[in-house]
């Protein structure tokens, strides 16, 4: 059985063959937003997928270059992405904070030092869901060859972008709160 990250591999070579490389670029492309994978752990995975049979890697050999090793999902491959698929998801994966822990100890610190922060955030996020709002155009017109894809990407993209209004709101409201605790009583 793969790991999360051997499903997202998976998830990935559904798309299209592609080399360790392609991957990474794919990804860097795409769900980078909400997941990450490297070149330490995108080799080692390839290779366990190989070795349970998932994928299956054949060689391009290019007259003066390095040969490239490119992955395709098997049939077992297959299998086991929509096996995977199939099964609920009900984890929350903690995440670290440290704007949140600061605020948690806010105590310790004025408000003007931590309003900066806060706005610092907020600022992340406008640029993000810009970032995303652009995206959403570039996926709706620009991409016919995944356009059974595309409504799938869009709904992560969706995600992304109710995020970002959220931590704005969020960011307004706290600011707004720590502005009030400055003001003398």
Known sequence: M???HGYALLGMLSLHPMSGYDLKELIDRSIRYFWKEGYGQIYPTLKALEAESLVMREVEHHAGRPDRFVYHLTEQGWEALRAWLMQPTFTITPTRHELLLKLYFGRHASAAT???QVEQYR???EHLLQQYNAIEGHL???HPEYAADVPYWVLTLHHGQQICRAMILWC???AQMLRASQDPA
């Open 140 to 142: 709706l017109h620009d």
């Open 172 to 174: 307004d409201e706290t």
């Open 2 to 4: 793969p790991s999360q």
């Open 123 to 125: 600022a992340i996020h």
């Open 114 to 116: 931590l309003l900066p």
